[in-house]
């Protein structure tokens, strides 16, 4: 730790050499048919139609497979009341589980956690470790139990002690759990919601990840940094955007023990949120992808919603940018927020890609505009189940969009996939899928009167 002086935070900045998104890479962020998902059309049924369902994880064994438990395997994930406001379920968000026996009919499980168990007034994104029969529930705590006005304070928890039973009903995932903190922001390699400037601070998503005989969680956090540093040519308004990925190291294994080490990446003066970190290792090459917001570059940089991802040959290599700017993938531009909180994980040659299906049939440059809508229309443009999952080929530090699957069919690794649309050595772009033809275009001017604008 250090005496919080800016002299102090200088030195950590300046010791962690931290590998950086830096604006010259930013710069380069542009949508190809490399890198643009198609089109999303709602699916028969959603997930569950009495729940807004968003960030979701699977159910993973230490060495970071999917679990299968008697031929199940299950997903956890965000959700609220589907009646609820789009824009308001975070403010109520609870986590819930859902198996499945052929990864793509879903049947929902209920909560993970009773009402008046978890930590923080409400939880956010996480990770679920199934060890030796043991459920460990990772997730973010939001705020604080019982606040009177909703906090943003946000802490990595763990639930643990949860059990799996099954039976010819399907499978339950129960309690009792025990809950606690793991880690909060120390104002040194990560900085603290007293520290941070302007946007919401992040210190969250946590992600359990193993390399050889090492413990990890990764986590979305900030960096901080002193008035005096001297980044971002000396522009304060720039400086205020210091995304970076987290990292803490159990120092025996034990999946209820961390603590915070050095950021693994950072993004000062290019991003404020490098969201739901997470890693695929093939062959050597760490493949570390993390969603983030067209809203959350910093001044004089244009980004998308969009899954971007870095490659390096450790895990504390010296992480580049995958296809140079970093975008792995996003959505069309006349659907610019369709998808968002992608997960990538391994399947054979490729990378499969799921994400939640956000707001369609809208083609407004900015997110808060969904508030110029009539309440009616907020909820039917609101997706709030998977969306289909986007099959993606790795190639060393390039990416490229192969194919989809249906709404939410997440397959596992031994499972087959249909032949995809792009092979590797295909020079010919895919056409018909950067602006399908049955996509509503739109003319960019937003009638609130008028329901199909
Ligand atoms: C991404 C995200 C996560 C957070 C959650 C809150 O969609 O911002 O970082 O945990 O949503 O709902």
């Not at 089109?39 to 979701?56: C, F, G, M, R, S």
């Not at 209820?256 to 050597?284: K, M, S, W, Y």
Request: charged share 25%.
């Amino acid at each position: 730790m250090t005496d919080g002086s800016d002299a102090a935070l200088l030195d950590a900045v300046d010791d962690r050499s931290t590998p950086a998104w830096t604006r010259a890479h930013a710069a380069g962020i542009d949508r190809t048919e490399r890198n643009v998902a198609p089109i999303i059309y709602p699916p028969e049924a959603p997930l569950d139609p009495a729940l807004h369902v968003w960030d979701t994880w699977f159910l993973r064994r230490r060495d970071g497979s999917v679990a299968e438990i008697d031929g199940y395997r299950v997903i956890f994930a965000l959700t609220s009341p589907s009646e609820l406001l789009p824009g308001k379920r975070h403010d109520v968000a609870a986590i819930r589980y859902f198996y499945s026996r052929d990864g793509k009919n879903w049947t929902t499980g209920g909560r993970v956690f009773e009402e008046s168990e978890p930590l923080g007034s409400r939880q956010w994104a996480g990770f679920a470790l199934y060890d030796e029969g043991e459920v460990f529930a990772y997730y973010t705590a939001a705020g604080r139990r019982g606040e009177a006005e909703l906090a943003y304070t946000q802490r990595i928890a763990l639930g643990r002690g949860g059990a799996v039973e099954t039976d010819g009903d399907g499978l339950r995932i129960e309690g009792p759990w025990d809950h606690f903190v793991l880690l909060e922001p120390d104002g040194e390699y990560y900085e603290t919601e007293a520290q941070s400037r302007g946007m919401i601070y992040t210190f969250r998503d946590p992600w359990f990840f193993e390399d050889g005989d090492r413990t990890y969680l990764l986590f979305e956090a900030n960096a901080p940094v002193p008035d005096s540093a001297d980044v971002c040519g000396g522009d304060p308004a720039q400086r205020e955007f210091n995304g970076c990925v987290g990292i803490a190291e159990s120092p025996t294994g034990d999946p209820t023990d961390f603590e915070l080490r050095p950021p693994l990446l950072d993004a000062v003066c290019v991003n404020q949120e490098l969201e739901r970190p997470h890693l695929i290792v093939r062959d050597g090459t760490y493949y570390l992808f993390v969603s983030s917001h067209d809203h959350t570059f910093a001044p004089g940089l244009d980004g998308y919603d969009a899954l971007y991802g870095f490659a390096a040959d450790s895990l504390r290599g010296d992480y580049e940018p995958l296809n140079g700017s970093g975008l792995v993938l996003t959505n069309p531009w006349n659907a610019p927020f369709q998808a968002y909180s992608w997960l990538a994980y391994d399947h054979g040659d490729e990378a499969l890609v799921t994400a939640f299906f956000n707001y369609f049939d809208f083609d407004r440059p900015t997110l808060d505009d969904v508030a110029l809508l009539p309440e009616s229309e907020q909820l039917r443009r609101f997706g709030g189940t998977l969306a289909p999952t986007v099959r993606l080929r790795l190639d060393g530090r390039e990416t490229r969009v192969a194919g989809t699957l249906d709404h939410g069919h997440l397959p596992l690794p031994s499972e087959e996939l249909p032949e995809p649309w792009w092979e590797p050595g295909e020079d010919v772009a895919v056409s018909g899928y950067l602006t399908p033809p049955e996509a509503d275009a739109g003319d960019g001017v937003l009638d609130v009167d008028d329901p199909d604008c």
